[in-house]
């Protein structure tokens, strides 16, 4: 296993939309591994493939976010099919280091994909772990977190993220 390298919110991969995985193979297997390790790296609750350059619908996720039990899980081309209620919760994205903000999302989702096996998943989850597979459900269709705010809001967290990419590139 490897870790990857996290590809920036100015990277022309993370706006684009991601393919649909057509067949699973051993390379999807790795992939998912690395991202599993990757995220854990970070430190993120959640991963979605274009975040580390490959445009392909697959997310990880840790389902047990939160607790004391990690439990990462791969969905393969996942989609959120039942929402409900909307709350509004700090967010944050690997892409975007160091920027957090208030998004409004579903509290509660069902989300439904294949794992690495082929077989159907679905989970019913809400409140953080509900968060993360909505935000990496964006990612896949090429949105970030600040899509959702005033354009006022987001002019000010990119030019506070631009300065903060400076700092990182000047180690
Ligand atoms: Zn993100």
Excluded at 150 to 170: G, H, N, P, T
Aim: with cysteine; net charge neutral; proline share 4%.
């Amino acid at each position: 296993m490897s870790i990857l390298t996290i590809k920036y919110c100015l990277d022309p991969v993370l706006r684009k939309k991601c393919a649909p995985v057509e067949n699973i193979d051993g390379d999807l297997v790795t992939l998912s591994a690395d991202m599993i390790e990757t995220m854990y790296a970070a430190p993120g609750s959640g991963l979605a493939a274009n975040q580390v350059g490959i445009s392909s619908r697959i997310i990880v996720v840790d389902i047990g976010a939160g607790t004391d039990k990690p439990n990462p899980v791969t969905i393969i081309n996942p989609e959120i099919t039942a929402s409900e209620d909307k709350i509004l919760g700090e967010e944050g994205c690997l892409s975007i280091p160091e920027i957090f903000a208030e998004v409004k999302r579903a509290k509660r989702i069902e989300i439904k994909g294949v794992d690495l096996n082929g077989k159907d998943v679905r989970y019913e989850t809400e409140d953080h772990v509900a968060r993360a597979f909505q935000h990496e459900m964006d990612h896949l269709n090429g949105k970030l977190f600040w899509d959702m705010m005033s354009k006022i809001k987001r002019d000010i967290l990119k030019r506070k993220f631009k300065k903060i990419l400076k700092e990182v590139q000047k180690k």
